[in-house]
């Protein structure tokens, strides 16, 4: 299986602040990496995929880059609705693997 | 617009089965691929499953190969996993995804989710 390991576990950071959170992954998984967002008790969110394609609706304060096993994901200018947990999934091969997650919290 | 809910959560106890439902509406759920995802605090995400939008095709993640069985009912516009042998290690929250096709290489990425329905396993 294909393992998936994000840094910093957690992040403190103020409203309007630059967020990068990174993603590695085990082995080349090209661009078949997605990210999402969940907020405490709901449902994750879909944000990114194809490493960089924001998905219909997401706010352009997020961005995705990368190829192969090193990916980030970057909220230029912080807001408050964004303090949340951050995921990225590798979709290349079965079994699908998330990464262990990302909480950014308000500082 | 796009809704998935799921339901048939609860209380179990080990080595009983249990079957999730996943009710879509606002898009054609015969053209969609679906999948079923879990969460715990301590594995995190964890994907579980795939059914092609015909049913034609399924994989599983292995280590519950031969005790859970996804199934849809493009009819009913409803997706379902069955859960034999539930175990303590299987309680979770479940969580029922769309995904779409996009690439030359037909790679399956998630859009839409459902709320989640919670399984605890416990005697």
């Known amino acids: 299986d294909i393992r998936m390991t994000q840094s910093p576990s957690s992040l403190s950071a103020s409203v309007g602040d630059r967020v990068t959170i990174t993603c590695r992954a085990s082995q080349d998984i090209s661009s078949y990496l997605a990210w999402f967002q969940q907020k405490p008790g709901k449902a994750p969110k879909s944000l990114i995929y194809a490493t960089s394609s924001l998905q219909s609706g997401v706010p352009s304060r997020f961005s995705g880059s990368g190829s192969g096993t090193d990916f980030t994901l970057t909220i230029s200018g912080l807001q408050p609705e964004d303090f949340a947990t951050y995921y990225c999934?590798?979709?290349?091969?079965?079994?699908?693997?998330f990464g262990g997650g990302t909480q950014v919290e308000i500082k | 617009q796009v809704h998935l809910e799921e339901s048939g959560g609860g209380v179990v106890q080990p080595g009983r089965s249990l079957r999730l439902s996943c009710a879509a509406s606002g898009f054609t759920f015969s053209s969609f691929a679906m999948h079923w995802v879990r969460q715990t605090p301590d594995r995190g995400l964890e994907w579980l499953a795939i059914?092609?939008?015909?049913?034609?095709?399924?994989n599983y993640l292995d280590s519950v190969k031969g005790r859970f069985t996804v199934s849809r009912d493009n009819s009913a516009n409803t997706l379902f996993l069955h859960l034999d042998s539930l175990r303590v290690e299987d309680t979770a929250v479940y969580f029922c995804?769309?995904?779409?096709?996009?690439?030359?290489?037909?790679?399956?990425?998630?859009?839409?989710w459902g709320q989640g329905t919670r399984v605890t396993v416990s005697s």
């Open positions: 059914i092609s939008s015909d049913a034609s095709n399924i």
């Open positions: 999934q590798q979709y290349k091969s079965y079994p699908f693997t």
């Open positions: 995804t769309r995904s779409f096709v996009y690439g030359v290489a037909r790679a399956h990425a998630f859009d839409f």
